[in-house]
């Protein structure tokens, strides 16, 4: 029997890829999403996957306990769903601020909770959250964010001291930027540009979506990381590494 992966955040960007690298290395899926998926479910079964397509809100307790009652069984979770917002902290609102703290950080741990019991009582499982950079280093105007993506490594760091013993490994995957539709409203905003992100990655480009989630094919795989557990791994091109300053960053290209 395949293994099963749940993936919430699964109808677009780092999602939607981590569900086509998960389903090319053999696992059946349950795609999570609040927008509509039948084209992804449509291409993965095509591709011999054993595929669902799930609605639901991952900020709602009473959604993910009809999405748990859809699952029988699960070896893989990964909490890849999450919103932005770009607002200087002055003027975020407290409606504002706790959306963002919902979706990226709650989320997350009513879906750990629910399909950790599962890994747990079976003594094996994986999950693998889906942070940023942001949750490592500050990032400016993104306080909630911030914040959010903070509260998951430290959800992270947790759950891997309390369960990692009985079996389940839990481990974030932090990002950089990475070219995705909620890059391109972002920068719609005016905060940013390409060449600020171009700039700044020693690597000089920006992620792409294959980038993470072959890193969180690793983290989900016993044979390749079974002794991984808690761990934060940057995927930002030596971002968070470089401390120098922009000329001289561009100099050693």
Same mark, same amino acid.
């Given at each position: 029997?395949?293994?099963?992966?749940?993936?919430?955040?699964?109808?677009?960007?780092?999602?939607?890829?981590?569900?086509?690298?998960?389903?090319?290395?053999?696992?059946?899926?349950?795609?999570?999403?609040?927008?509509?998926?039948?084209?992804?479910?449509?291409?993965?079964?095509?591709?011999?996957?054993?595929?669902?397509?799930?609605?639901?809100?991952?900020?709602?307790?009473?959604?993910?306990?009809?999405?748990?009652?859809?699952?029988?069984?699960?070896?893989?979770?990964?909490?890849?769903? /999450?919103?932005?917002?770009?607002?200087?902290?002055?003027?975020?609102?407290?409606?504002?601020?706790?959306?963002?703290?919902?979706?990226?950080?709650?989320?997350?741990?009513?879906?750990?909770?629910?399909?950790?019991?599962?890994?747990?009582?079976?003594?094996?499982?994986?999950?693998?959250?889906?942070?940023?950079?942001? /949750?490592?280093?500050?990032?400016?105007?993104?306080?909630?964010?911030?914040?959010?993506?903070?509260?998951?490594?430290?959800?992270?760091?947790?759950?891997?001291?309390?369960?990692?013993?009985?079996?389940?490994?839990?481990?974030?995957?932090?990002?950089?930027?990475?070219?995705?539709?909620?890059?391109?409203?972002?920068?719609?905003?005016?905060?940013?540009?390409?060449?600020?992100?171009?700039?700044?990655?020693?690597?000089?480009?920006?992620?792409?979506?294959?980038?993470?989630?072959?890193?969180?094919?690793?983290?989900?795989?016993?044979?390749?990381?079974?002794?991984?557990?808690?761990?934060?791994?940057?995927?930002?091109?030596?971002?968070?590494?470089?401390?120098?300053?922009?000329?001289?960053?561009?100099?050693?290209?």
């Amino acid at each position: 029997m395949a293994p099963v992966a749940v993936v919430t955040g699964s109808a677009m960007g780092i999602g939607r890829q981590v569900a086509r690298t998960l389903a090319g290395e053999g696992y059946d899926l349950v795609l999570v999403d609040v927008q509509d998926q039948t084209e992804l479910l449509g291409e993965l079964r095509d591709r011999g996957c054993a595929a669902t397509a799930v609605v639901c809100d991952v900020a709602s307790e009473d959604d993910v306990e009809r999405l748990a009652a859809r699952v029988e069984d699960v070896d893989v979770l990964v909490n890849n769903a /999450g919103i932005s917002l770009l607002e200087a902290a002055e003027t975020t609102t407290a409606q504002q601020w706790r959306r963002v703290l919902d979706v990226n950080l709650t989320g997350p741990f009513l879906l750990c909770r629910r399909f950790g019991r599962r890994m747990l009582e079976k003594g094996a499982g994986s999950i693998v959250n889906i942070a940023s950079i942001a /949750g490592l280093h500050a990032v400016a105007d993104r306080s909630a964010y911030n914040a959010s993506k903070h509260g998951l490594i430290g959800l992270t760091k947790t759950l891997a001291a309390e369960w990692g013993g009985r079996g389940v490994r839990v481990n974030a995957v932090c990002p950089g930027w990475v070219k995705t539709e909620m890059d391109a409203a972002d920068q719609a905003s005016g905060g940013y540009t390409d060449q600020d992100v171009t700039d700044r990655v020693p690597m000089g480009r920006f992620a792409t979506p294959e980038d993470i989630a072959a890193a969180v094919a690793f983290l989900a795989d016993p044979a390749r990381s079974g002794f991984i557990n808690g761990a934060q791994l940057p995927v930002d091109g030596g971002w968070i590494a470089d401390a120098s300053w922009t000329s001289l960053r561009l100099r050693k290209r």
